[in-house]
C-alpha cells in the first residue's frame, strides 16, 4: 500500500488511504482497498491482487490533472477504469473515482 501512495505522490498533491483527519482543500487523492481478486490454484494464493478505488477531488474539471493520474497508473503498468465522474454539490468539488488492480511486488532478498 505504501507503494501505490508514492506512486500517486508524484501528483504533487495531498494524498491519503482513506480519508485525511483534517479538511484539505482540493485538488486532493484518496485511496483504499474495496475487494481482492486474487489469483490461486492448489487451495494456495500465488499472486495477490488488491483492488483499489482511487479518488480525485478538484474545484473544477481538471483533464490536464486527470491525464496525469492516467498516466502515471499507465507508467506503472496499473489497469484502470474510471468508476463514475461526479460534481459533489454541498462540497462544491468534482470526484472522479477510478478502480483499479494493483498487485504490490514483492523484494527480492
Known amino acids: 500500500m505504501q507503494n501505490l501512495k508514492t506512486l500517486l505522490e508524484q501528483l504533487e498533491i495531498p494524498v491519503a488511504y482513506n480519508h ?3 479538511p484539505t482543500n482540493p485538488p486532493f487523492v484518496v485511496f483504499r482497498r474495496y475487494s481482492q481478486s486474487n489469483f490461486g490454484a492448489d487451495n494456495k494464493v500465488y499472486e495477490k491482487i488488491d483492488n483499489y ?3 480525485l477531488y478538484t474545484e473544477f474539471k481538471d483533464v490536464e490533472l486527470e491525464e496525469n493520474l492516467e498516466n ?3 507508467q ?3 489497469f ?3 468508476e463514475s465522474e461526479d460534481y459533489i454539490d454541498s462540497e462544491k468539488m ?3 473515482i477510478y478502480a483499479i488492480n494493483y498487485k504490490e511486488e514483492k523484494n527480492n532478498v
Open 20 to 22: 485525511f483527519n483534517q
Open 53 to 55: 478505488y482511487v479518488e
Open 72 to 74: 502515471i497508473l499507465t
Open 76 to 78: 506503472a503498468d496499473i
Open 80 to 82: 484502470f477504469n474510471v
Open 94 to 96: 468534482y470526484q472522479v
